[in-house]
């Protein structure tokens, strides 16, 4: 018998370690909630010395292994009783939980660990060391929370730890749900009258006295004119909430704004198996999912409740943390809410020198929470105006600007779609005058005088002021205004505007200044959106995927005033038509401009047809496959005939199969060849809104949310890769848990993916790959739930652990070489921009399983990770694409040394295991020089790769940066699979 071990690494190892600095006390309460940890502090000093000393700690301050050692040497080993409320289960603090069990086992500590979600857990019960019943106890005080509870568990536990306590005096209870006023606290009944806001938030913030940022927000929006309340509950998911809120509310309310985090719907983190989708998402055979508690029909807000501190906020260009992005804006989208914001951030509490604990509360930033009412108002606006006098504004992409192709959507007829969608609206009465159409853009115009956007331009924060005047000088020399006036294309049809979205900068350097979030918009641009703004628009519809608004220098997520998009949009609701197969793209409109983005269908797939000039190499292969096995005589014939006609034809030659290739080889090759060609589709001209299958459903979603309605909520993806579940268009977009890729699916597919690529290479190649360069982009991460990136990971000999409460990953295994029976491949990754900001935790999983590698005792031919180097590449933090400007369209050999350099340049920062990028060109050419393959995955079967010109510039930018610093030509592959079951890596 053989044992194999298996060597698991997690996530907390990349934390670093922290010392909360606490002497030993009788007791020890441990949570990742602060409201928990607040609530006992109050609770203990409430005692006024009638409880044994107690030390306080969040674990997060002990996610790291040596941070759990120091702790338990420290603080723990002088403890009598031990209180751990774990949030999540087991596997979110596991080292910890091990350590805890195995101290309070060998000292005969009293030991309770808790679920802090309000789920049972058999397995912390069996960890715990006190008596069922006193688990009981503790657990029915922890939920209740507040002051008088937190004081009793304390008492229970000392009790259960042999110590003495004091009778606790005062109610327990409080109830479950309710609603909630700052002045008064929890009430009866909201205001009766008016329009109704309610701020939704977790019961937790109440018993802990920390409602700072749900006060602010419920404050801000009656001084927007709102009659606004809180409704509170232990979270979204608690039992019978929906219906007790619908009986409990006078009337229907008019907005809801949302401080709870996670999806009301969703049991687990993935939206990626099939079980998890919302209401009419998946397909009909689906079973149905839980019941949406916000089902009123008026827009769902959500804010983020940040758990980090303001200056990390102020200082950080990602603008929330990976944990809160997937709380409270990535989740979210699941239930169709529109992000409106950060509403305040984690501040700490002066030192309690009796618990030795400082605790860290909710600060509201009166800023925010002022942008957040605007927003909430201005869409409320848009849905009291009766459509006949709402005044709209539609904008077109300018880009790629060629006088042939005007306004460019990805997969979108954006002209044909806006003159539809004209009519569209005039037949459901909108104030809609009869005009030219969206072709006159070409030629049509209107003006704004130079002195009112100077006048407009003083109310933008004055840093973006000097920045623009830095950049681009004085308006005066702008070349879109003459004459004292700048220059629209946009044409005025009643109560719509229709418009080319201007150039955010040069014409010449359109491709490198598209997703460049450091380039600051020209003053032409700047212009275009402070008139806009001026002419008191109800709505802004951006049609199609996609505009440079959303690419503007500022935060990825949570902007602030500061942030060019915010600064230039303003609370004017935003909706965006945009493709559905497209998630990345669409994620980036939804939490930079508070979109609601409206999925559309892509383009119309057609089956491909053999050439006429292939009609006879077709005909003998059919004939071949017939007569193979039957008559070997009437087989040599024809597969002499068959290599004849090939070379004929030119098929031998693109194949690359050599004159004295074995004729079972040469069949083969020629014969898929033909296959494939006769099962590929390619896409027949563009979609145009609300046209084909789904165009009544696109249209009632671009109505519903011009009402200022909410707009039930759609996953993305690919309709010709199987995925029904997208169907109908016209929903409000949502992508996946970042956390919850590669999904356990999407890590089988991802093996098959690797051993098809690795029997190819053999069966071309004799050998192994040398090394490998894996390129993955943040869209088509999001449409395969992580595919590409498990491929990486089982080539490298790594494999995904998942948590199984939440389906999360939160470490990486190591596969051992008699498992994987071949070397480990040395693997390099280049991320795109866009996965470096949605998939930062990908980036530390790959590089603390390579740190895992290069610490085992196995032969260096087998595994090349013994070598410790960085291993994931990608842009410069902000940054996006490769900026090879006109290199990418000039064949000469000095475009191609600048096309390569351009691609080290925009490859050149490695990110760490703990998450932070360095700049390490060094170590990026390193890593190429070893390499000997180019593997980019494209997973869309409806996209040519000669339709985008990105596909080109990433493979091609590859192979000039080798040449660049002398390195072997590199093999390329493009992985294009038929379906999500058929891998086919093809050279």
């Given amino acids: 018998m053989h044992i194999v071990f298996r060597e698991s690494h997690g996530l907390e190892e990349t934390d670093t370690p922290y010392d909360p600095g606490q002497t030993p006390g009788d007791l020890v309460v441990l949570s990742f909630s602060d409201s928990d940890l607040g609530a006992f502090a109050a609770g203990w000093h409430r005692a006024g010395g009638g409880l044994p000393s107690l030390r306080l700690c969040n674990l997060e301050a002990l996610r790291h292994p040596v941070s759990v050692d120091t702790y338990v040497e420290q603080t723990l080993s002088g403890a009598k009783g031990i209180l751990v409320r774990l949030i999540g289960g087991e596997a979110y603090w596991p080292y910890g939980l091990a350590s805890v069990q195995d101290l309070a086992r060998r000292r005969g500590i009293a030991l309770a660990v808790l679920p802090g979600d309000g789920r049972d857990d058999p397995r912390l019960e069996s960890v715990s060391t006190v008596p069922a019943s006193v688990l009981r106890q503790l657990r029915r005080l922890c939920e209740a929370g507040g002051a008088v509870a937190a004081q009793a568990a304390l008492a229970q536990m000392a009790l259960a730890a042999g110590l003495w306590a004091e ?12 609603f909630y006023d700052p002045g008064q606290g929890v009430i009866g009944a909201p205001p009766d009258d008016g329009p109704l806001a309610l701020v939704s938030f977790y019961r937790s913030y109440l018993t802990a006295a920390d409602t700072g940022p749900i006060d602010a927000l419920i404050l801000g929006l009656r001084e927007a004119g709102f009659k606004a309340c809180g409704v509170f509950a232990p979270s979204l998911k608690t039992p019978g909430f929906g219906e007790w809120l619908t009986r409990a509310l006078p009337r229907p309310p008019a907005v809801i704004v949302n401080a709870t985090g996670f999806s009301a719907r969703m049991e687990t983190g993935s939206p990626s198996s099939s079980s998890q989708y919302p209401r009419g998402a998946r397909g009909a055979d689906s079973p149905p999912p839980s019941p949406e508690p916000f089902d009123f029909g008026c827009p769902v807000w959500q804010v983020a409740l940040s758990t980090n501190r303001r200056r990390e906020w102020q200082q950080a260009e990602r603008g929330l943390s990976p944990s809160d992005l997937a709380m409270h804006v990535v989740l979210p989208e699941i239930d169709g809410r529109i992000f409106a914001g950060v509403t305040s951030f984690k501040a700490p509490e002066p030192r309690d020198p009796d618990l030795q604990f400082s605790r860290f509360a909710h600060r509201a930033e009166p800023e925010r929470v002022a942008a957040i009412a605007d927003r909430v108002s201005a869409r409320y606006r848009l849905g009291t105006t009766a459509p006949r006098d709402r005044r709209i504004a539609m904008v077109l992409s300018t880009y790629p600007g060629r006088d042939w192709q005007m306004a460019h959507a990805v997969g979108l007829d954006a002209l044909a779609s806006a003159d539809a969608t004209l009519q569209m609206l005039d037949d459901a009465g909108y104030g809609i005058a009869d005009g030219p159409s969206a072709e006159a853009l070409a030629t049509e115009h209107i003006d704004w005088p130079l002195a009112d956007y100077l006048a407009a331009l003083e109310h933008l924060p004055a840093a973006l002021r000097d920045d ?25 049809r009643g109560n719509l505007l229709l418009a080319l979205q201007p150039e955010r900068g040069q014409r010449d350097s359109r491709k490198d200044d598209y997703h460049d979030l450091t380039r600051i918009p020209r003053h032409a641009y700047v212009a275009f959106y402070l008139w806009l703004r001026a002419q008191g628009l109800h709505a802004l519809v951006h049609m199609g995927a996609h505009g440079t608004l959303e690419w503007l220098p500022g935060n990825a997520v949570a902007l602030s005033a500061s942030c060019w998009p915010e600064a230039l949009v303003g609370e004017m609701p935003v909706i965006y038509p945009f493709i559905v197969n497209d998630p990345g ?25 053999i050439p006429a000039g292939l009609g ?20 040599d014939r024809l597969t002499r005939a068959i290599r004849d006609e090939a070379r004929a034809a030119g098929v031998e030659a693109d194949l690359g199969i050599p004159l004295d290739a074995s004729p079972a080889e040469a069949i083969a090759r020629i014969d898929l060849f033909v296959c494939d060609l006769k099962e590929s589709q390619f896409g027949e001209g563009l979609h145009v809104y609300g046209s084909g299958d789904c165009g009544a459903q696109e ?36 992508s996946t848990d970042p956390r919850a890729v590669p999904t356990p699916a999407a890590h089988a597919q991802g093996i098959k993916l690797a051993e098809e690529y690795l029997r190819r290479h053999l069966q071309d190649h004799g050998d192994w790959p040398r090394g490998l360069v894996v390129d993955l982009w943040g869209s088509a991460t999001m449409r395969t739930a992580g595919e590409e990136f498990a491929m990486a990971l089982h080539l490298a000999g790594l494999k995904p652990v998942w948590d199984s409460g939440s389906g999360r990953v939160s470490g990486v295994e190591v596969v051992p070489l008699t498992l994987l029976n071949r070397p480990r491949i040395d693997v390099t990754l280049r991320v795109s921009g866009l996965f470096r900001d949605v998939f930062p935790v990908l980036a530390q999983l790959f590089e603390t399983g390579a740190a895992a590698l290069a610490g085992r005792g196995e032969d260096p031919a087998d595994n090349p990770y013994q070598a410790r180097s ?82 080109a510039a990433h493979e091609a930018g590859f192979a000039a940066a080798m040449a660049r610093i002398g390195a072997a030509e590199p093999r390329s592959i493009i992985s294009t699979p038929r379906s999500p079951t058929a891998p086919a890596p093809a050279a």
Wanted: hydrophobic share 40%; charged share 25%; aromatic share 6%.
């Fill in 870 to 951: 960085p291993r994931v590449f990608g842009p410069e933090p902000g940054q996006y694409g490769l900026g090879m400007g006109p290199a990418a369209d000039d064949f000469t050999d000095q475009a191609r040394q600048a096309a390569g350099e351009a691609w080290l340049a925009a490859s050149s920062w490695s990110i760490g295991a703990d998450g932070k990028a360095r700049q390490d060109r060094a170590a990026l050419e390193t890593r190429l020089a070893g390499a000997d393959s180019f593997l980019h995955a494209q997973d869309l079967p409806e996209t040519d790769l000669l339709l985008a010109a990105d596909y």
């Fill in 585 to 609: 793209e669409a994620a980036q409109a939804k939490r930079r401009l508070g979109a609601v983005t409206l999925g559309h269908l892509p383009p119309p797939m057609i089956a491909a047809a």
């Fill in 167 to 178: 009778p606790v005096m005062g109610t327990t209870s409080m109830p479950q749900m309710g």
């Fill in 699 to 734: 249209r009632a979603g671009l109505l519903a949310a011009l009402d200022g309605r909410h707009v039930a909520p759609g996953p993305s993806g690919s309709p010709a890769r199987g995925r029904s579940d997208v169907l109908p268009t016209g929903r409000n977009l949502f």
């Fill in 616 to 635: 006879e190499l077709e005909r003998l292969l059919d004939e071949f496959s017939t007569a193979d096995g039957l008559d070997p005589a009437r087989r």
């Fill in 468 to 492: 623009l005047r830095a950049e681009w000088g004085e308006a005066q020399a702008d070349p879109d205004c003459c004459d004292g006036v700048f220059r629209f294309a946009a044409i005025r």
